[in-house]
């Protein structure tokens, strides 16, 4: 029997144990953070946790991340980091998606994702343009009805290239009446031109401690 015989039996059995008992699968980095006031989404993304603090803006909050077999809540402080974004650094490694610091441009295509408990959904939304506001808008979508959905993730994703980065955060329902009293609508979204200050405040990133890998968690 030659190595490459020998190896593919071998490959196959340790593939196979990423489904034994007692393991986990990485499924998404869309997180819940909880805290006494109430919870409110976030994205883990390469650079740590993202959120906009409409709950959590100082003290110990639960970092709820899903994996294959369930949630897991961990205990992490909050750290501001400016302009109404804050971020956390829970003691597990959490499912991170990387960043795009490319600016969305009108009549792009992009995705939004968030999660009410367990339950992901996941939507598709066009970036338009009013005159009258500087940023990112989006159109509406029928998930971003409910408030607790603010904080959802606006991603990049490429199907060809099966890649998601995230771009930006949605950070609000913005309405707009016009002299006739036509009302326009648009969600707005804190984007790259925001979330730089997520990657400076990193910027001691490989200083930090490593991750802790407990047997509960991969």
């Keep these: ?60 909050i639960e970092v709820v991340a899903w994996y294959g077999d369930g949630p897991s809540v961990e205990l992490a ?12 650094e829970p003691e597990i ?25 367990a339950e992901r959904w996941e939507d598709k939304a066009y970036v338009v343009a009013d005159p009258r506001v500087t940023g990112i808008l989006l159109e509406p979508t029928s998930d971003l009805e409910d408030a607790d959905q603010v904080g959802a993730g606006v991603y990049y994703v490429n199907e060809d290239l099966g890649t998601t980065k995230l771009v930006g955060l949605v950070s609000g329902v913005l309405e707009l009446r016009d002299p006739d009293g036509d009302v326009s609508r648009y969600l707005t979204v ?18 930090k401690p490593r991750w802790i890998y407990r047997d509960d968690v991969l």
Excluded: N
Aim: aromatic content about 8%; hydrophobic content about 35%; proline content about 8%.
């Design 1 to 60: 029997m030659g190595l490459r015989t020998f190896l593919l039996p071998v490959l196959a059995a340790l593939l196979g144990c990423t489904s034994c008992t007692g393991t986990r699968t990485l499924t998404d980095p869309i997180l819940e953070i909880r805290s006494p006031k109430g919870t409110e989404l976030g994205v883990a993304t390469d650079y740590g946790v993202v959120f906009l603090g409409r709950y959590a803006q100082l003290g110990e």
């Design 77 to 88: 402080v909050v750290e501001p980091i400016g302009h109404g974004l804050y971020t956390a």
């Design 190 to 207: 804190f984007g790259p031109d925001d979330l730089w200050r997520l990657v400076t405040y990193r910027r001691d990133l490989p200083q």
């Design 93 to 117: 490694k959490v499912p991170r998606v990387p960043l795009s610091f490319r600016v969305p441009k009108e009549g792009d295509q992009v995705r939004l994702m968030g999660r009410r408990g």
